[in-house]
Structure formats: C-alpha cells, structure tokens
C-alpha cells in the first residue's frame, strides 16, 4: 500500500520552494497593471506603471533573500551542515603541510630534511600510484 504521507509532503514541500518563482513573477505585474489603472484613471505618463512595477520587483527580490537567509539559519540550526569528523584532522595536516612547505630553506651548504610523512601524504601516494 502506498504511502500517501510522504507524497502528500513532498508535494507540499515542491509548491513551498516553487513560491518564490511565482512571486518574482507575479508581483511586478499585477503592480504594473495596477499603476496601468492608476495612470490611466489620472492620465498621467506611465510614473504609476513604472513605480509600481519597480516596487515589485524589489519586494519580490527582499521577500525570496529573506526566506532563503531565513531556512538557511534554520538549517543552520539543526546541524545540517556539520562536517564529517576527518575534516577538522585533514584542515589540520593541510595547515601543517602547508606551513613546512612554506618554511624558508636552510643555507645551501647544508641538506633540506624531510619529515616523515604524514597518514594523508601516504594515502595521496597510495591513491596516485593506482
């Protein structure tokens, strides 16, 4: 038997992220078609249809960068972005790497010293050599 909860959810989730193509689009216009009116019933140039169509579309552009600052704090919050724990230690031996690369050489009479190689620097050989 079908399970029509999650159907029924995942509609609703779909029309919720739709929303916002349909407000970029819908507000400037009907603003438009009311500063038409508008200008038409004062018989002004077309500053009403203009205004209002500009007015649209910036709050259609605020109302979508809030409600996307909004979910991704929310998200945010619930840990969905937590990395994997080997990214901290992989952050770590690439700042070491880095760092011992970056080191100025010693006199050129004396020898450069190699460090033992870390577990990643052994891990990228073993992938490079396959």
Same mark, same amino acid.
């Given at each position: 038997?079908?399970?029509?909860?999650?159907?029924?959810?995942?509609?609703?989730?779909?029309?919720?992220?739709?929303?916002?193509? @349909?407000?970029?689009?819908?507000?400037?216009?009907?603003?438009?078609?009311?500063?038409?009116?508008?200008?038409?019933?004062?018989?002004?140039?077309?500053? @009403?249809?203009?205004? @209002?169509?500009?007015?649209?579309?910036?709050?259609?552009?605020?109302?979508?960068?809030?409600?996307?600052?909004?979910?991704?704090?929310?998200?945010?919050?619930?840990?969905?972005?937590?990395?994997?724990?080997?990214?901290?230690? @992989?952050?770590?031996?690439?700042?070491?790497?880095?760092?011992?690369?970056?080191?100025?050489?010693?006199?050129?009479?004396?020898?450069?010293?190699?460090?033992?190689?870390?577990?990643?620097?052994?891990?990228?050989?073993?992938?490079?050599?396959?």
């Amino acid at each position: 038997m079908p399970d029509h909860t999650s159907t029924k959810q995942d509609a609703t989730r779909s029309l919720n992220r739709s929303h916002g193509s @349909f407000e970029l689009a819908f507000a400037p216009v009907i603003l438009a078609l009311l500063g038409l009116w508008l200008d038409r019933t004062i018989g002004t140039v077309p500053v @009403f249809t203009l205004l @209002f169509a500009l007015v649209g579309v910036l709050g259609a552009f605020t109302k979508v960068y809030y409600s996307y600052k909004h979910s991704m704090a929310a998200l945010q919050e619930q840990g969905a972005w937590v990395g994997h724990a080997s990214s901290a230690q @992989f952050r770590s031996e690439t700042k070491a790497r880095a760092d011992r690369l970056s080191r100025p050489l010693e006199a050129a009479d004396e020898p450069a010293r190699r460090t033992a190689p870390t577990p990643s620097d052994e891990a990228l050989a073993r992938r490079s050599a396959s």
